[in-house]
């Protein structure tokens, strides 16, 4: 099954599915704090960059161990920070839209799994994402530049993996 929050990505993954011959995939409309699968009823949860633009995290990791079978397990890769980011960048559309103002800290985002019930909780990846300088300074302040600067604050691509206990 594959979750799509819009019938334009849904026609995309449709038509991808159709031209590789896959039989056996099937696209649903939805959002991940709200799946429209039964309880214990998929294997394996799989995301990639969806859950940093979730405001409800904590809801969206609720649904996924809700949707696994006991002794299912999810891999999921995010973008996560080093540190807190400034509420100022929150509000930044450029940064939301690059996946960047909805991280929160890697600790807090492992808290979150651990939380909601997943044992066997492993970072598999991480790696420092190193954002152009010309991007930011088109997008942020003289001030902001030297407050991201100061904070050695870092984005961080990881890739988490986690099992429902059995």
Not at 22 to 41: C, T
Not at 117 to 139: N, S, T, Y
Not at 140 to 150: D, M, V, Y
Request: with cysteine.
């Amino acid at each position: 099954f594959g979750l799509a929050m819009t019938d334009e990505m849904r026609a995309l993954a449709e038509e991808n599915r159709r031209r590789s011959g896959l039989a056996n995939a099937h696209f649903l409309n939805g959002e991940i704090e709200n799946i429209p699968l039964p309880d214990d009823s998929v294997d394996v949860v799989i995301s990639n960059c969806v859950l940093n633009l979730v405001p409800d995290k904590q809801q969206a990791f609720a649904e996924i161990i809700r949707v696994l079978k006991p002794g299912g397990h999810f891999c999921i890769s995010d973008v996560v920070s080093s540190g807190t980011l400034p509420d100022w960048l929150k509000g930044v559309a450029e940064a939301y839209a690059g996946c960047v103002s909805g991280a929160i800290t890697l600790g807090d985002y492992l808290q979150k799994i651990e939380e909601t019930g997943f044992v066997d909780i492993e970072v598999a990846q991480q790696r420092r994402i190193d954002v152009p300088q010309d991007l930011l300074a088109r997008h942020l302040t003289e001030k902001q530049l030297r407050e991201i600067e100061n904070s050695r604050l870092d984005l961080l691509s990881v890739t988490v993996k986690g099992t429902k206990p059995a």
